[in-house]
């Protein structure tokens, strides 16, 4: 069974410029959430998706914004990137929306860098 | 207030010893959820172990255990017979019932370090 991929593993960017990145969950899993990960704020969640729709959102700028699509994959796109944006982007997939559901599996993630 | 509170920073242990990474939450949520992950330096997070609110034992993956203290709000993880691909950063995490969805908080990580 494959697990969830994302896409690319890395990147760099230039200031200004806009970025996507790509999740795809393991197969039967509805909920993808994305969360960023720096060395100064640790693991923050950015937010999640459940049938093609957003579900929860954490405290972002609007820059930050995502969608899913009918298989489920899921993309998010930060635009007019900021030197601060430079970090390890992970994706979530799990079954269900189910709040205390134990599987919530992650990718290898996306680590982005921006100069 | 910090909802997750990890206190090691870093973590040294001997191969084959049992190590304990401490791990105290903060809800007043009722439902509720603990996770530990593993992230070692290639960046992926390893899902170990799962202990729910209202579970009556303590959860246990092969070596790794949950030592659930509820009154405590405590959820330290245990690991077994470390072994050396032990060494990586921990994370502690909760999902709450209120939050709704699959969102959880994390804990700042231990970084734990087996040595030969």
């Known amino acids: 069974k494959a697990g969830v991929t994302q896409t690319p593993r890395y990147l760099i960017k230039t200031r200004g410029q806009q970025v996507t990145l790509s999740c795809s969950p393991i197969?039967?899993?509805?909920?993808v959430s994305w969360y960023q990960q720096t060395p100064g704020q640790g693991l923050q969640f950015l937010f999640e998706?459940?049938?093609?729709?957003?579900?929860n959102k954490g405290n972002f700028p609007g820059r930050f914004s995502g969608r899913q699509f009918s298989n489920s994959r899921s993309e998010m796109n930060v635009s007019t990137l900021e030197l601060g944006d430079s970090a390890l982007y992970l994706c979530?997939?799990?079954?269900?929306?189910?709040?205390?559901?134990?599987?919530?599996?992650f990718g290898q993630g996306t680590r982005l860098t921006v100069v | 207030a910090q909802k997750i509170t990890q206190t090691q920073p870093g973590m040294f242990v001997q191969e084959k010893e049992a190590v304990t990474l401490d791990c105290t939450y903060d809800t007043s949520d009722p439902s509720y959820g603990l996770f530990w992950y593993k992230q070692p330096s290639s960046g992926e997070m390893i899902f170990l172990i799962y202990q729910g609110s209202y579970d009556q034992q303590n959860a246990t993956e092969g070596r790794y255990s949950l030592n659930f203290q509820k009154a405590r709000k405590s959820a330290n993880l245990v690991i077994s017979a470390s072994q050396l691909g032990d060494s990586a950063m921990y994370f502690c995490?909760?999902?709450?019932?209120?939050?709704?969805?699959?969102?959880?908080?994390f804990g700042e990580g231990t970084q734990l370090t087996v040595n030969p």
């Open positions: 979530a997939s799990s079954r269900t929306q189910q709040v205390v559901f134990p599987e919530a599996f």
């Open positions: 998706y459940f049938s093609e729709t957003q579900r």
């Open positions: 197969s039967g899993h509805r909920s």
């Open positions: 995490a909760m999902r709450e019932r209120e939050t709704s969805g699959s969102r959880l908080t």
